[in-house]
């Protein structure tokens, strides 16, 4: 299992388009810092307009903290998708290429086979997620040195005394990784039914896409089913950045979190072993 496990690794990471999710990745960082450096003062006044009226805040305000939660906001919304260039891959990959069908000659279940899969695509979201963290925390630091973090909201604002930051950052992002485990186990799922990469992709895109706007509608009709929404969890990391942190409300969005992950993964097995392969 081991040896099958380091062949999809080899299998991901021998093809070219697996890196251009880290170059995305990397780009939008790049982007998000040198308008920070060339226009970060006047983003500031502008979004702390009320508060300076009432407030006199001073030191190192855009810090590498500040950038680095604003690079979250933005970019953990197209992770998706780069997370699902790969799962959507892994087994449609296979059919559209003939390799499937050959594959399960090996003496390894159908079941096995899909873990292993699975497994392999988890790998690459933590991957993922470390170079994001590099790229966007480790160099904004470099860049724009440390600081107490502002953590600005819709009605209010929470600053975060730099000592007691980084431990946030580490949960975030590994709140991140579970997050994207439960996008790649959709995309998974969604390429077990499929012969081409291209429809799991973006049929996950669009899946995402859709209850993303359910969750952040302000309509009481969609409040009863906003909880039960794997969009609406995937936020949670936001908490850590709150006072106090409401560990509660992270927790029970990291078990549905869980629970999507694992029932889309038994889904995924139940169709697959009795999928009839033709290809």
């Not at 449609?92 to 290429?97: D, K, T």
């Not at 927790?251 to 169709?271: D, E, H, P, Q």
Request: glycine fraction near 6%; charged fraction near 10%; proline fraction near 3%.
């Amino acid at each position: 299992m081991i040896q099958l496990l380091r062949i999809e690794l080899y299998k991901i990471f021998k093809r070219p388009r697996t890196y251009i999710s880290f170059v995305i990745a990397a780009a939008i960082t790049f982007v998000i810092q040198l308008a920070m450096i060339t226009d970060g003062k006047t983003f500031m006044n502008f979004a702390m307009q009320g508060i300076n009226e009432q407030f006199e805040i001073q030191g190192n305000i855009i810090n590498g903290y500040f950038v680095t939660h604003i690079i979250l906001q933005s970019l953990l919304v197209h992770i998706p998708l780069l997370v699902a260039l790969v799962a959507g891959d892994s087994l449609a990959g296979e059919a559209n290429q003939g390799t499937l069908r050959l594959l399960l000659t090996k003496p390894i279940s159908r079941s096995k086979l899909v873990f292993v899969k699975f497994l392999s695509s988890f790998i690459y979201t933590v991957i993922l997620i470390i170079w994001l963290a590099i790229v966007s925390l480790l160099l904004s630091i470099l860049i724009f040195g440390k600081g107490d973090m502002i953590n600005l909201k819709s009605e209010t604002f929470i600053i975060i005394l730099k000592n007691d930051v980084l431990w946030r950052y580490m949960a975030a992002f590994a709140f991140a990784v579970l997050a994207m485990t439960t996008i790649a186990s959709m995309a998974m799922l969604l390429s077990a039914f499929a012969d081409n990469s291209i429809g799991p992709i973006i049929s996950t895109m669009g899946i995402v896409v859709v209850l993303a706007i359910l969750s952040n509608l302000e309509i009481p009709l969609f409040n009863y089913i906003k909880p039960y929404l794997f969009t609406t969890h995937m936020i949670g990391w936001k908490g850590f950045f709150d006072d106090p942190v409401p560990l509660g409300a992270i927790g029970r969005s990291a078990m549905v979190l869980v629970c999507y992950t694992t029932g889309f993964i038994a889904c995924t097995i139940f169709y697959f072993n009795r999928k009839d392969i033709t290809s």
